[in-house]
């Protein structure tokens, strides 16, 4: 099946420092979504990507998807303390989300 | 629009015990998914349904069943619980754009 890897596992930061996340794939990805899980909550869909290259920012947050469509990354300027949680990518392909091992952020205030 | 409701929230179970984990959609969603969700392990996938009436099996099935009872519904059961089964559990439903969530069972086997 879909294979999709994530790291780092664990990112710890300054508060206003910033952050990336990296997902990598061996097969070429039709769409990759992310996802945020605030602690002791429920993963949340943030976005989509679906063409190559493609690059959207929400705020603060930049997602990215590689020209080969093998890989994505998600980049946090300036971190808040209010960005703590895990964020997991997932590819959507044979009617299932297959999810990266995600990687936990904690920001120091 | 309560999008996915997982209940219950919180169980207990001693070992051997059985239980069913219940889900419910109003999205009008074909797809529903149940994930477990362990330390440091991501959300594995249980079991999913593509459509009413279609069951399939996921990363790691042994151990549960499932049944999607209507449109709306995704159960999943645990026949004879065991320790290595304490995890979070997670209802989802979606198609291509995005997953929803429900809020989480926590289950703890002792």
């Known amino acids: 099946g879909q294979q999709v890897m994530q790291i780092p596992q664990y990112q710890h930061v300054q508060e206003g420092e910033d952050f990336t996340t990296y997902c990598n794939s061996s097969?070429?990805?039709?769409?990759i979504q992310w996802y945020k899980q605030r602690p002791g909550g429920h993963p949340v869909f943030l976005i989509q990507?679906?063409?190559?290259?493609e690059v959207k920012k929400q705020k603060r947050l930049t997602f990215q998807f590689g020209e080969a469509k093998k890989n994505s990354s998600l980049h946090i300027t300036a971190t808040q303390t209010t960005d703590v949680g895990t964020y997991f990518c997932a590819a959507y392909n044979f009617n299932k989300f297959y999810f990266g091992s995600g990687t936990k952020l904690n920001v120091k205030p | 629009n309560a999008g996915v409701t997982q209940t219950p929230k919180f169980q207990v179970l001693k070992t051997g015990q059985s239980m069913t984990l219940q889900c419910a959609q109003d999205m009008n969603h074909n797809s529903m998914y149940w994930y477990r969700q362990d330390p440091g392990m991501g959300l594995r996938l249980i079991y999913y349904s593509a459509s009413e009436g279609t069951t399939d099996k996921g990363e790691v099935p042994n151990g549960y069943n499932v049944s999607r009872l209507n449109k709306r519904e995704f159960s999943l059961r645990l026949e004879s619980a065991a320790p290595s089964q304490t995890s979070v559990y997670f209802c989802?439903?979606?198609?291509?754009?995005?997953?929803?969530f429900g809020q989480g069972t926590r289950l703890t086997v002792v």
């Open positions: 989802a439903s979606g198609g291509v754009a995005e997953a929803f």
């Open positions: 097969t070429t990805l039709s769409n």
């Open positions: 990507l679906v063409k190559s290259g």
